[in-house]
């Protein structure tokens, strides 16, 4: 039987609803696609949902690959992982589709403060950043400083705000396409 690859699902703050695109994906091939889910959504704690992170590729590593799909605070979460997981956890990922990124250094939000500053270490694997040139959340100039310093490559879609729910996508194939690529 040959190894099956899992996509992690790391939605942001206060999660994923069901018209965003990560929550359509899930539900379109749950096999394929497993939602990390945290203690509390509304009120993050950074150690906790990195420590989620890293206990949900621990479990995955063991049917195959692992792809990340981030968004928002997910994507802080993820850079965070890749900045303090063991080796042997990181070796299992194939991959990470990083989507609108919050930049969380700057948010006047008092439950994000905690996960600050954004860690900008290299991924050791192949990233994908995309970012609107819309977000509040992040300037397009930040996001493309995250994707650098992620070695990652940026995808700037247009205008489209947070990339979210909110943003219209619907399934998001374009989404599906990047994710494809990696």
Known sequence: MPDRTTHLVLPGYQNSGPEHWQ??????????????????????EQSDWVARVD??????AAEGPVVLVAHSLGCVTAARW???APAERIAAVRGALLVAPADIDTAEVPELVGFRPVAL??????TVVVS?????????ERAREF?????????????????NSDSGLGDWPEGRKLLAEL
Do not use: I
């Open 82 to 84: 890749v900045a303090t």
């Open 55 to 60: 206990a949900a590729v621990a479990a995955a």
């Open 147 to 163: 994707a650098r310093a992620w070695g990652a490559r940026y995808v700037e879609p247009g205008a489209y705000g947070h990339l």
């Open 23 to 44: 929550t359509r994906w899930e539900a379109a091939e749950p096999e394929a696609f497993r939602r990390v889910e945290q203690a509390d959504w509304d009120h993050p």
């Open 132 to 140: 609107s040139t819309d977000d509040p959340w992040v300037s397009p």
């Open 121 to 126: 270490e290299r991924f050791p694997f192949p």
